[in-house]
């Protein structure tokens, strides 16, 4: 049901500690991972959210035992590649369409792959061309889904263009170990990469499970035979839901302690936290845990590149208008082609609130306005949830933004609302 929500404003300091769901990230190649491995695994941390019950839902589908208990996962693989058809729905998870896009390409039989409206505008073509060149059978109406597969890969021999997602870089990566068992699996990337450090995560959680992965050049990837293991293995914090409420501390001169996300992560999206530190935030490391303390008088950004950190480049966008002076956003092309146009949608958005910017086609520069007169505004989230948490950051200075849909976190991040209000509680 959708909810409409005035995001209250926070008029006091905090000093507060936000434990943080599981990184999405990081759960959604695991779960990927042990649906490929012939055993059990046991996955501790998993975060509670629609993307993930979505993939836990396809998984079962395709033969994966899965079992809940507290807060683990006991995951019995692998999938069945047989020649049998199944269909599966992936709701609102591109994520999860690209990575299961990959495993569909491992089975012999066909797998109809169907989700929300807004994943039937999103392209999957790179991934698609690809899949036929090593020798799938794939049927689509459009760019995006519906989409039928066919199995199983034939070619170990992998090309994918790499300047508009990095989840097709992934869903190869994945399914790798399964193409050549005997010889290495060498993956090209043509053309530009976006958002390398997502694909420095899924080799890392490949590495995790056993498998020997490494750059070969900056376009080249090199996964060595091998099989994944089976275990025990715990999901930490998700960096990108940490920059709302490192951005929140960075701007109402405050402190928020993440306990379960530290110095010791590979998630490209702790960048974020560098970036609070060029505002004047004070930022103190550990291995495991990571405190952000905001400045009583904020700093001024120069044009920041942010090809490499797309989902916290909306974050930054969203909370420019309080940034003093102007503030250059660069390296954002990737952004058309997210849950909603996440340049285009806040650029809209900010016109009607009276917010002065200038666009291209893959940046945006935004000028400093005095909250006071910011018009009131109902924000269209375009049934997106980085949408809505992004822009809470500024709503939180101003107290007359209203979001369309409330319940759009519940994708990644249920517990948003509560965690945003308990900011300013005594």
């Given at each position: 049901?959708?909810?409409?929500?005035?995001?209250?404003?926070?008029?006091?300091?905090?000093?507060t500690?936000?434990?943080?769901?599981g990184s999405?990230?990081?759960?959604?190649?695991q779960?990927?991972?042990?649906?490929?491995?012939?055993?059990k695994?046991?996955?501790?941390?998993?975060p509670?959210?629609?993307d993930?019950d979505?993939?836990i839902?396809?998984?079962?589908?395709?033969?994966?035992?899965i079992?809940?208990r507290?807060?683990?996962?006991?995951i019995?693989?692998?999938?069945?590649?047989?020649?049998?058809?199944?269909?599966i729905?992936t709701?609102?998870?591109?994520a999860?369409?690209?990575?299961?896009?990959?495993?569909?390409a491992?089975r012999k039989?066909?797998t109809?792959?169907d989700?929300?409206?807004?994943?039937?505008k999103?392209?999957n073509?790179?991934?698609?061309?690809?899949?036929e060149?090593?020798g799938?059978?794939?049927k689509?109406?459009?760019?995006g889904?519906?989409?039928?597969?066919?199995?199983?890969?034939?070619?170990?021999?992998?090309?994918?263009?790499?300047?508009?997602?990095?989840?097709?870089?992934?869903?190869?990566?994945?399914?790798?170990?399964?193409?050549?068992?005997?010889?290495?699996?060498?993956?090209?990337?043509?053309?530009?990469l976006?958002?390398?450090?997502y694909?420095?995560?899924?080799?890392?959680?490949?590495?995790?499970?056993g498998?020997?992965?490494r750059?070969n050049?900056s376009?080249?990837?090199v996964?060595?035979?091998?099989?994944?293991?089976?275990?025990e293995?715990?999901?930490?914090?998700?960096?990108t839901?940490?920059?709302?409420?490192?951005a929140?501390?960075?701007i109402h001169?405050?402190s928020?302690?993440f306990?379960?996300?530290?110095?010791?992560?590979?998630?490209?999206?702790y960048?974020?936290?560098?970036?609070m530190?060029?505002?004047?935030?004070?930022?103190?490391?550990t291995?495991?845990s990571?405190?952000i303390?905001?400045?009583?008088?904020?700093e001024g950004?120069?044009e920041l590149?942010?090809?490499?950190?797309p989902?916290?480049?909306?974050?930054?966008?969203?909370?420019?208008?309080?940034?003093p002076?102007?503030?250059?956003?660069?390296?954002?092309?990737?952004?058309?082609h997210?849950?909603?146009?996440?340049?285009d949608c806040?650029?809209?958005?900010?016109?009607?609130m009276?917010?002065?910017?200038r666009?291209t086609d893959?940046?945006?520069?935004i000028?400093e306005?005095?909250?006071?007169s910011?018009?009131?505004?109902?924000?269209?989230?375009y049934?997106?949830h980085?949408?809505?948490?992004a822009?809470?950051?500024?709503?939180?200075?101003?107290?007359?933004?209203t979001?369309?849909?409330k319940n759009?976190?519940?994708k990644t991040?249920?517990?948003?609302?509560?965690d945003?209000?308990?900011?300013?509680?005594?």
């Open positions: 049901m959708t909810t409409s929500y005035q995001i209250p404003p926070l008029t006091k300091k905090f000093d500690q936000v434990t943080l769901p999405k990230s990081i759960a959604l190649r779960l990927a991972i042990s649906a490929l491995v012939d055993g695994t046991i996955l501790s941390g998993i509670e959210c629609d993930i979505a993939m839902e396809c998984l079962g589908t395709l033969g994966v035992r079992q809940r507290k807060n683990e996962l006991e019995s693989g692998p999938i069945d590649l047989s020649d049998k058809t199944v269909s729905n709701r609102m998870s591109g999860s369409t690209r990575i299961l896009i990959g495993l569909a491992l039989g066909l109809r792959i989700g929300h409206e807004s994943l039937r999103r392209t073509e790179p991934l698609l061309k690809t899949l060149q090593m799938c059978i794939v689509r109406e459009g760019v889904l519906p989409v039928e597969i066919r199995g199983p890969v034939m070619s170990p021999e992998l090309e994918i263009a790499g300047n508009i997602s990095s989840q097709y870089v992934t869903a190869l990566l994945l399914i790798s170990p399964l193409l050549n068992q005997e010889e290495t699996v060498a993956i090209k990337i043509k053309g530009d976006v958002s390398k450090p694909i420095d995560i899924t080799v890392n959680e490949m590495r995790k499970r498998l020997r992965v750059w050049g376009r080249d990837l996964v060595e035979s091998g099989a994944y293991s089976d275990g293995y715990s999901i930490e914090g998700d960096a839901a940490a920059s709302y409420f490192s929140l501390a960075t001169n405050s928020v302690n306990p379960n996300l530290g110095s010791n992560t590979v998630q490209g999206d960048f974020f936290f560098e970036v530190e060029q505002l004047g935030a004070k930022v103190k490391r291995e495991e990571t405190r303390s905001g400045s009583i008088q904020l950004l120069s590149d942010m090809n490499d950190h989902d916290v480049a909306l974050t930054l966008i969203a909370m420019s208008p309080v940034i002076g102007t503030t250059t956003i660069s390296g954002l092309s990737s952004l058309h997210k849950e909603c146009d996440r340049l806040p650029a809209a958005e900010f016109e009607i009276g917010v002065p910017f666009k893959a940046s945006i520069t000028d306005i005095a909250t006071g910011l018009k009131p505004h109902t924000l269209c989230t049934h997106d980085r949408m809505a948490m822009f809470s950051v500024l709503a939180s200075k101003t107290g007359n933004i979001i369309d849909d759009v976190v519940d991040y249920p517990n948003y609302w509560s945003y209000q308990s900011l300013s509680q005594d």
